[in-house]
């Protein structure tokens, strides 16, 4: 019997601050989490825990604590923390403005799980992020989003 190598396992790229912030998120759990043991207990000993609203509850919240906790650990077991130097070209870090069908809009691009389209922070994994990764200032793309095909010109990298 062969034994095989085990896979690498995928990098996480961050910025240096959405790294440090999902650190302090994890710190966070980690204090929020003795207190929701402490209130899964205290049902546990309400008695009846299928018909107990407070024990379901709380083991919910522990439930989801934990789960996070474990998914942080890994995203920084696995992290790569990017240079963010400036650069001529659209990379993690970089903040872009663009010119959209006409349109003014500026994007950051950030580490992968960092995006936050709402807050006009876009992952390179994005369907955007892929099309503009590496292009410079006067480059024009086109981009197939789910809201349709844009037309993207670079106007400044900073």
């Known amino acids: 019997m062969q034994i095989r190598p085990a896979k690498p396992l ?7 601050a959405g790294f440090e912030k999902i650190k302090q998120e ?17 049902a546990r000993e309400l008695g009846d825990l299928k018909e107990n609203g407070y024990y379901q509850a709380s083991k919910g919240k522990l439930r989801t604590i934990d789960s996070r906790m474990m998914n942080i650990a890994f995203q920084i077991k696995t992290a790569k923390i990017i240079d963010e130097s400036a650069s001529d ?5 970089s903040t872009v403005l663009f010119s959209i069908n006409g349109n003014d809009k500026t994007f950051q691009f950030v580490g992968d799980v960092e995006a936050n389209p709402s807050e006009g922070k876009l992952s390179l994994l994005s369907p955007i992020g892929r099309a503009v990764e590496g ?11 789910p809201g349709g ?8 990298i900073s």
């Open 135 to 145: 292009k410079k200032v006067g480059d024009e793309i086109e981009v197939n989003t």
């Open 149 to 156: 095909v844009f037309k993207y010109k670079v106007k400044k």
């Open 26 to 42: 994890y710190e966070d759990l980690k204090k929020e989490r003795p207190g929701v043991l402490i209130d899964v207990q205290k």
């Open 89 to 93: 070209t659209i990379g993690i870090g």
């Open 10 to 16: 995928p990098i996480t790229r961050f910025t240096k």
